[in-house]
Every structure is written in C-alpha cells, then in structure tokens.
C-alpha cells in the first residue's frame, strides 16, 4: 500500500505561480513514476506531468515550458512548479503514484491517487 498526502494549491491571479507537493508513504520500495494530473468541472482526468525513477519527464503540451515536475527520490516526494498560470490551469490536481506489482502472470502497473488539491486562476 502507498499513502499520498498533497499540499499546496489555492487561489491565484492569471499569470501568477503556485507550487504543489505530494509525499508517499508504505510499500514504496516499487515505485517506476509519479506526478500530477487534473481535473476541470465537467472533464475528464488528464495528465499534467510526471516524472519516472530515472528522472525522465513528460508534460501535457498545454504545460510545456510553464510547468516543472521534480522529484526527491530520498523524501519520496514529487514536487510540481507551475508558473504564469492561466485560468484553464484551474481544476483538481490529483498526484498519481504508478508502481509494479507481481502478479500470477507477470508484472502490472497499479495506481495510486493523492485526495486531490484545489488550484483556482482567477482572470
């Protein structure tokens, strides 16, 4: 099992900055990526960014050059930076935590999901 706690978020003006973080705790020994995702009223879930073990990133276009994932594999924590913020930035962001877990026919990917944490762009 693997807990998430987030924190960070709240309410900012279009162009400002906000910083969120998300720490895993438990069997945390098998984790191959974590990061963000968000969801808008009306929407569906979708990626933000993420960030393997490795220190490989991936980042939905709509956050290329704006956004920054990080990650301290020592705390286990995931980190998400996010500049000039723009009101179709608001919704839910929900960190993810992908881990491998052995099953009777081999490896599979299961995913954790923080509680979810309120970013708000006000134009």
């Known amino acids: 099992q693997v807990q998430l706690v987030e924190s960070g978020g709240g309410l900012v003006q279009a162009g400002g900055s906000l910083s969120l973080s998300c720490a895993a705790s438990?069997?945390?020994?098998?984790?191959?990526?974590m990061g963000w995702f968000r969801q808008a009223p009306g929407k569906q879930r979708e990626l933000v960014a993420t960030i393997t073990s490795g220190g490989t990133t991936n980042y939905a276009s709509s956050v290329k050059g704006r956004f920054t994932v990080s990650r301290d594999n020592a705390k286990n924590t995931v980190y998400l930076q996010m500049n000039n913020l723009k009101p179709e930035d608001a919704g839910v962001y929900y960190c993810?935590?992908?881990?491998?877990?052995?099953?009777?026919?081999?490896?599979?990917?299961?995913?954790?999901w923080g509680q979810g944490t309120q970013v708000t762009v006000s134009s």
């Open positions: 993810n935590t992908r881990t491998v877990v052995a099953g009777p026919i081999g490896p599979y990917h299961y995913d954790y």
């Open positions: 438990g069997s945390i020994f098998n984790i191959v990526a």
